[in-house]
């Protein structure tokens, strides 16, 4: 049966914004209307005829509200089959009465988690009636309407008023696919909430909040973020953003984080990684200075910082072409001048998004094989208490700040990674090498490109060195000082280079391995 036209419904919601005139038109097209509770009272302050489910089922809603839909009248009403004699002869036999559409949506668990209230009002909570409404309904879509979202309260009018109360096929299965989603991402998030940390059970991830994407990796992929964009950024300007947008936007992010209570800093990211950083006493001289690091690649990139961009910071980015422009805000008339090109994405971060993407506890997971490879997030920053002294020169004060400036970036760049940098500034990076003696190379050859002397820069690398080749080659391109984890069994071999050759090594004793 593809057309049901509807003549009763049972309303029952938690969220009745945007619910009155779907009663009304109810009202107009006949339908008798059962409900519960605070339901009843709206329907019924509406000055709509409504008849409470107690006296269908002639029971009252008991043990302190937890029972009150949960009978035989009223699932057997909704999960009759029209085209089933013996449905229908039990439906008859039982005096059970019909029930077309069924509007219901659930207790907000995730808000009462998030807004740290007691266990026992968080279990309670945990709907029971509702969710098995929504089930029962949305299982027999063929013969029932199911509404389990205040979100579809305008598409349900819209769809009594152009079908005069009667619903299509194709209508009522769009509705159940929705309820459907909702009830799964409702059970996940109960799940997560009692496994807590213990995560290794099972991997649920759920996420309703969707964004279309200009297209996936490559323009013949498509792709979608999912996630509440909204509670990082606010879009100021600019063409809708692609995967590698948001990939890059991801990695500008994470990096940033890691200066966000600091002095002002700027970043260029180009694939993932940073080809410009620089911390300076303005974000003008920031920028200028992290631009510096790699010109050539800073061409169609994403940038970041983390103070506001002023008008000289805004004309100075106006000449170059960028992907992206991130910032914690814009002063108006900087933001006019990057309005100038139409298609450059201006992304002003919510306040506190950094501080809460460096705290995030959140698991990462990626597609692996026929399954899923999930990990904690690295939330480790190597700091000055972690260091160790590990040869005869010890360290200056303002090589220590330039070494943990340039682990930083070490940690958010693609490894195998050398990172260089000199006065809180990087000087180049080898990204991504399948050797490291390969990525201090590339990083040397382009530091040298851009005339940046090393002599006196530092250098950083995500693993320990196996063998003292790298600090041969650092010490010939005038590096004096190196932060690595150590932990080689040939670390020595690297110490005794460096103390013959006065240069100062730290270790962390922790890897930043970034694949």
């Known amino acids: 049966m593809s057309k049901i036209s509807a003549k009763s419904a049972l309303i029952s919601v938690f969220h009745k914004d945007g619910l009155a005139p779907v009663v009304q038109k109810m009202n107009e097209l006949g339908i008798t209307i059962y409900s519960t509770g605070g339901t009843e009272k709206f329907i019924t302050e509406l000055g709509i005829p409504v008849t409470p489910v ?15 839909t949960l009978h035989p009248k009223v699932f057997g009403g909704i999960l009759n089959r029209r085209e089933h004699e013996g449905d229908q002869s039990q439906i008859a036999e039982y005096d ?24 026992q009002d968080i279990i309670e909570k945990i709907d029971i009636g509702g969710i098995s409404l929504i089930r029962a309904a949305a ?4 013969d029932t309407v199911c509404v389990a979202t205040m979100n579809d309260y305008e598409e349900l009018l819209e769809v009594l008023e152009s079908g005069n109360g009667e619903t299509t096929m194709e209508q009522r ?9 909702i009830s799964s991402h409702y059970d996940s998030a109960i799940y997560s909430y009692f496994a807590g940390d213990d995560v290794a059970k099972a991997l649920k991830v759920s996420e309703t909040h969707v964004m279309p994407l200009r297209y996936g990796e490559n323009p013949h992929q498509r792709g979608w973020f999912y996630g509440n964009f909204d509670e990082m950024f606010t879009k100021l300007h600019g063409k809708a953003l692609s995967y590698n947008n948001l990939l890059d936007v991801d990695a500008a992010v994470n990096l940033m984080s890691e200066f966000v209570d600091d002095k002002p800093t700027f970043a260029i990211f180009k694939h993932n990684n940073a080809c410009g950083v620089a911390q300076r006493d303005n974000i003008h001289q920031a920028y200028v200075d992290a631009l510096a690091g790699d010109p050539v690649s800073a061409f169609g990139g994403i940038l970041i910082s983390n103070k506001e961009i002023d008008v000289p910071t805004a004309e100075k980015i106006h000449e170059l072409f960028c992907e992206v422009v991130i910032a914690p805000s814009f002063n108006a008339d900087a933001l006019e001048i990057l309005k100038g090109k139409k298609n450059r994405i201006m992304l002003e971060l919510v306040d506190g998004a950094l501080s809460r993407k460096r705290d995030t506890n959140k698991l990462e997971v990626r597609a692996s094989l026929n399954g899923y490879l999930v990990q ?12 160790k002294n590990a040869t005869e020169r010890i360290a200056t004060a303002e090589e220590i700040e330039d070494l943990l400036f340039a682990s930083k970036i070490c940690k ?27 990525a201090l190379n590339q990083a040397i050859h ?6 940046f002397d090393l002599d006196g820069a530092v250098m950083a690398s995500d693993a320990f060195f196996p063998f003292p080749d790298c600090v041969e080659i650092a010490d010939n391109a005038g590096i004096k000082a190196v932060i690595q984890p150590g932990g080689s069994i040939k670390d020595q071999l690297s110490i005794d280079y460096c103390n013959k050759n ?12 970034k694949h």
């Open 446 to 451: 382009k530091a040298q490109s851009f005339k």
């Open 139 to 142: 299982k027999n879509y063929k």
């Open 54 to 68: 107690e006296d269908v089922t002639s029971y009252p809603s008991i043990l302190g509200g937890r029972v009150k």
């Open 376 to 387: 904690d997030p690295n939330l480790k920053t190597d700091e000055k208490g972690d260091l």
């Open 173 to 181: 299965k769009k509705f159940a696919t929705t309820a459907f989603n």
């Open 96 to 119: 059970i009465p019909q029930i077309d559409i069924v509007i219901v949506d659930l207790y907000p668990f995730e808000d009462t988690v998030a807004s740290g209230a007691s266990e």
């Open 502 to 513: 006065e240069i100062a090594m730290v270790f962390t004793g922790t890897r930043h391995f």
């Open 412 to 438: 958010h760049t693609k490894s195998n990674t050398i990172v260089l940098a000199k006065g809180k500034q990087l000087c180049a990076s080898g990204t991504g090498q399948t050797s490291r003696v390969d």
